[in-house]
């Protein structure tokens, strides 16, 4: 007698092996991740924004580096925006505008635009450009907000201020140094590099330098006591040796980086200090800017 194997039984043997093998790596998947320790809730840092003051200047634009830190770096495993956003022109609820600067006169207006901060990262930076000129006025006020995160969001704007530097006198020929004058809020852990832009009052004609030299722990002259600045080197930032900046041709600015560090001490505000001196195509009246980190803790 002949036997007759039918095709369809040989498939159904086939598939039902198939799903027992995918039954059994289901249970040893869940059971992996039942066993897994979960992931450790990730603590969003808090954005911190300075608070600026700086000198109009006579003609031309200055880009003025805006700074926002972070309270410490990045711990997402992804890139994290935010929002920045010129509110200077948008009214206020009862009656005039949010800032008193005057777009396209006083600075080039930027809308809003987006600011990443990559995994670890810590600082991010954009630039205000802000425009010269020789009337007398009012100091005017930029007012940047930000938004739409996933950091904490504790003060949500930037106050800089365009100081007026006309009607006290005749300037030199030369361009003139405009140190400003800035206030941080220390993070509480990392160190960033804070850059200080030093303007000067109009383009200088021709490639120009200027040194910068940390006069924090030197000690004030007697009678006084103490130091020039009271932040701690090595703990609140990293000290530098004298650096010279330069001014390209055309140019209104160069860059100061300050590595500036945190703690979670509760201490009063700290105070960098950096003087200016050794130029021969730049005017130097005050010789000085003074950094402050400001206590959070």
């Known amino acids: 007698m002949s036997h007759r194997v039918f095709a369809g039984a040989s498939v159904i043997r086939s598939t039902a092996r198939l799903l027992a093998a995918a039954s059994a790596i289901a249970i040893a998947a869940g059971t992996t991740a039942l066993c897994a320790p ?12 300075p608070n600026m003051t700086v000198a109009e200047g006579d003609s031309g634009t200055a880009a003025f580096t805006v700074n926002v ?18 509110y200077t022109a948008i009214p206020l609820p009862g009656g005039g505008t949010y800032g008193n600067a005057t777009p396209g006169s006083d600075y080039v207006p930027f809308g809003s635009f987006d600011l990443t901060f990559k995994p670890g990262q810590q600082v991010a930076r954009f630039t205000i450009k802000i425009k010269g000129d020789t009337n007398v006025e009012p100091d005017e006020q930029i007012d940047v907000r930000f938004d739409d995160t996933e950091f904490n969001v504790g003060d949500n704007d930037i106050d800089l201020w365009v100081a007026n530097d006309d009607g006290a006198g005749a300037k030199p020929s030369k361009p003139l140094l405009l140190p400003p004058n800035q206030t941080m809020p220390e993070p509480d852990t990392g160190c960033f590099a804070y850059n200080v832009t030093i303007p000067v009052n109009k383009p200088v004609g021709a490639r120009s330098t200027v040194d910068a ?12 006591v103490g130091t020039y600045g009271d932040a701690t080197p090595g703990v609140d930032y990293k000290t530098f040796a004298t650096t010279t900046l330069t001014y390209a041709m055309g140019s209104r600015v160069s860059v100061l980086p300050v590595t500036i560090c945190g703690d979670t001490t509760v201490e009063p505000d700290e105070q960098i200090d950096v003087r200016f001196d050794n130029t021969t195509s730049i005017a130097v009246a005050d010789n000085d800017i003074d950094l402050f980190l400001s206590n959070n803790d």
């Open 38 to 49: 979960a992931e450790a809730a990730v603590v969003a840092p808090t954005i911190l924004l």
């Open 213 to 224: 030299v940390d006069f924090t722990s030197i000690p004030l002259p007697a009678p006084l």
């Open 69 to 86: 830190g972070l309270s410490a770096p990045n711990p997402f495993s992804h890139p994290v925006t935010l929002e920045a956003v010129d």
